[in-house]
């Protein structure tokens, strides 16, 4: 991140950056991460016919959840970011982001409209700091560029000066690269959403009825939607042309941060050379507010990785409310938000690699690949029925528990999430310990899911029935054992401080008391340490060998 000046007229130093697979110091490690939040994650991978997978490119996601006081009223920021083309534009997002939301801009602010506005205005200011941290890559890319001849061709510039061109390629994969992004506010118990891409966000609920109801509060901006494509077409391009293309530049989000070809740049893409001003932009929808009661409910945040994973592999036509009732089931088997999270994109990467398996050939072209996952649950008085201590605390973790099918070529099959069970050990606690109105108890029950006949289907496959077995990594890195799998004895230690032994060696010592001088030499001889290896003799030369 480039110094600068914030939207409120901060100033604000350069972090360093965030790797896929290494992590940098900046300044939002300091920012306490909510406990109310979990996430999981899975890399990009293609697949081949032995099962063998391998990554297509680098995880490109970033995500943040953090929990901060401001005038003594807790404020929640919740981001996922889906980088493409690399993940440098992800990566400064999720840094920049919190700077322009959480350092004072939502002082005096509120009203709906106000925060809104705010909101708005931060993504604006994070895209225009990240093409500044890129600046002096544009101003050495040109001077490289006059460097070359005027006139001359790509490929007689790659043959006669190959190193000015490899130093130009290196450059033009500098400042590659978007991302989307999909940011929730939680402030005075209202929550409010913005985004650009196709990055969602779903906020869950079970109403005073016991019905499980699933909103989306984001909009895919892509070239799938007939809003985007709209105002697409406004400006001047063909967008029957774009649909068949199905991408702007190397992406098929019409809005995002950074990817400076399809904006500034858009001129030099032929199928974008006709549109009146920048086609691509980073103005977000902006979703608020919503109360926040005492109702048990949840949202979700996902990168396009996960539900399109789903889409791909089930050819499900709700693919919202089915990810949002695993998440529910998880709810009820998993002891941690983040075990929750990852439960569900294992389930989902299961259920996508299987279809390639065992698919046909049309479906293994469809689920040849996939994308990079992330996905953040963030709870609202939910019941966590193993819940020991708090939301992200501690506990067992349970690999994907729900069963899932593989598909068939003749009945797509979608996924299938039993109603919750009686929460007899639900322990939902709140951050100072004690329970707050609405929270369930272990008197209580958890909300029944009754979801309309019209939102269910059966999923019975007698030939393909099975479970995962697939697990992953808790955030703590460890994994905890029940008790009734470790419980070892106390141990008693004798008078001089040993532990008594397990097997009565008195019989051998008598045998050896018994033995004469001679057996006692014999047994040394036979248990002494030898070597392995045969000795060596050197054999002296007779022609070489030196005359006395």
């Not at 890559?137 to 000066?161: D, R, S, V």
């Not at 858009?266 to 086609?279: F, G, K, S, V």
């Not at 030898?530 to 060998?545: F, G, M, N, R």
Request: glycine share 6%; proline share 5%; with cysteine.
């Amino acid at each position: 991140m480039s110094s600068g000046l914030l939207s409120n007229g901060v100033v604000v130093g350069s972090p360093p950056r965030i790797g896929s697979h290494g992590h940098a110091l900046s300044w939002t490690d300091d920012l306490p991460v909510c406990p109310l939040s979990g996430v999981g994650f899975s890399t990009n991978q293609i697949y081949r016919e032995d099962g063998i997978r391998r990554e297509e490119h680098e995880f490109e996601d970033c995500s943040f959840h953090f929990k901060f006081k401001m005038h003594d009223e807790d404020c929640y920021l919740y981001g996922v970011f889906d980088g493409h083309d690399g993940s440098r534009a992800a990566n400064f997002a999720a840094q920049r982001m919190p700077a322009e939301l959480l350092l004072g801009q939502l002082l005096e602010k509120t009203t709906d409209e106000d925060i809104k506005d705010v909101l708005n205005q931060a993504f604006i200011a994070v895209e225009k700091s990240f093409f500044e941290s890129i600046d002096h890559i544009f101003a050495e890319k040109t001077t490289i560029q006059l460097q070359l001849p005027e006139g001359i061709g790509h490929y007689e510039a790659l043959n006669q000066f190959p190193d000015v061109m490899k130093k130009l390629d290196a450059l033009e994969r500098e400042i590659t690269g978007g991302t989307t992004a999909t940011v929730a506010l939680v402030y005075k118990s209202k929550l409010y959403v913005a985004n650009v891409g196709d990055t969602r966000a779903l906020f869950c609920q079970t109403d005073e009825g016991g019905v499980f109801k699933v909103a989306q509060l984001s909009v895919d901006h892509s070239i799938f939607n007939e809003e985007e494509l709209n105002r697409l077409s406004q400006l001047g391009l063909d967008v029957e042309r774009l649909k068949l293309h199905r991408r702007i530049g190397s992406s098929d989000s019409t809005r995002c941060i950074g990817d400076y070809h399809v904006k500034g740049g858009y001129m030099d893409i032929e199928i974008l050379q006709n549109a009146t001003r920048e086609p691509v932009i980073a103005d977000p929808y902006v979703h608020g507010s919503i109360e926040i009661g005492n109702r048990p409910s949840f949202l979700i945040i996902m990168s396009d990785g996960l539900y399109q994973a789903l889409q791909a592999a089930t050819n499900t036509d709700r693919v919202n409310i089915d990810i949002a009732r695993m998440v529910a089931a998880e709810f009820s088997q998993q002891s941690t938000l983040n075990g929750v999270a990852q439960a569900v994109v294992d389930k989902v990467v299961r259920i996508h690699h299987d279809a390639f398996i065992g698919g046909t050939p049309e479906m293994k072209q469809i689920c040849q690949k996939r994308g990079d996952i992330t996905l953040l649950v963030r709870n609202f008085n939910y019941p966590l029925a193993n819940a020991i201590n708090s939301p992200t605390a501690g506990g067992a973790y349970h690999p994907v528990s729900v069963p899932f099918y593989s598909p068939r070529p003749n009945l797509p099959p979608t996924v299938t999430i039993p109603t919750l069970s009686t929460a007899e050990r639900v322990e939902n606690h709140s951050e100072s310990g004690a329970s707050t109105p609405g929270t369930p108890t272990p008197a209580q029950t958890p909300p029944r899911d009754t979801l309309s006949s019209t939102l269910e289907s059966t999923f019975q496959d007698t030939n393909h029935t099975y479970t995962s077995t697939e697990s992953s990594t808790q955030s703590s890195g460890e994994m905890r054992f029940p008790t009734r799998f470790y419980n070892p004895n106390k141990l008693e230690l004798d008078e001089n401080g040993r532990v008594e032994a397990y097997v009565d060696f008195s019989e051998f010592y008598d045998a050896i008391k018994k033995l004469t001088d001679s057996q006692i030499e014999s047994l040394n001889a036979e248990t002494k340490p030898k070597s392995a290896y045969e000795p060596i003799t050197e054999e002296v030369d007779s022609l070489s060998a030196p005359e006395n």
